[in-house]
């Protein structure tokens, strides 16, 4: 029996949120979403030469520089998910500040901690994590 291949860079950073992505964009224009996929990320993404944690890490900086919330945090997601740590991304948002100011690397921060909060459980009321016990 043959491995599983690698998934592609696009499998990757979208995960399980795969099909939600693509019909999103898809419903908003079919053509749009084909060059979406085929052409960033099945094209440019497979591209060698860098690997795929340093250019999620390079999208998130280049999406906080457009102050592109939606896509920032479908590219924070991705970064983690191809291996940058949480403190890699939070270095990569900080460096923003010199180039493109606090308010969008605050708003960065902000989808950041909005992602791990959907990923921490949240105390349940009355649970001993609410109660401080």
């Given at each position: ?11 990757a950073i979208f995960g399980s949120q795969e099909e939600r992505i693509l019909e ?20 440019v993404y497979e591209r060698p030469g ?84």
């Open positions: 029996m043959s491995e599983d291949p690698s998934p592609t860079a696009r499998q999103r964009l898809s419903a908003l224009d079919p053509d749009l979403m084909a060059y979406v996929r085929d052409f960033a990320y099945d094209t860098l690997d795929l944690r340093t250019k999620e890490l390079l999208a998130c900086v280049l999406l906080v520089s457009l102050g592109s919330p939606d896509e920032l945090k479908t590219h924070l997601r991705g970064a983690l998910r191809a291996g940058a740590s949480e403190q890699e991304v939070r270095e990569a948002l900080l460096l923003c500040i010199p180039y493109l100011g606090f308010p969008r690397t605050v708003a960065a921060f902000a989808q950041l901690q909005a992602l791990n909060e959907k990923k921490t459980p949240q105390p349940q009321p009355g649970s001993e994590s609410e109660t401080g016990v």
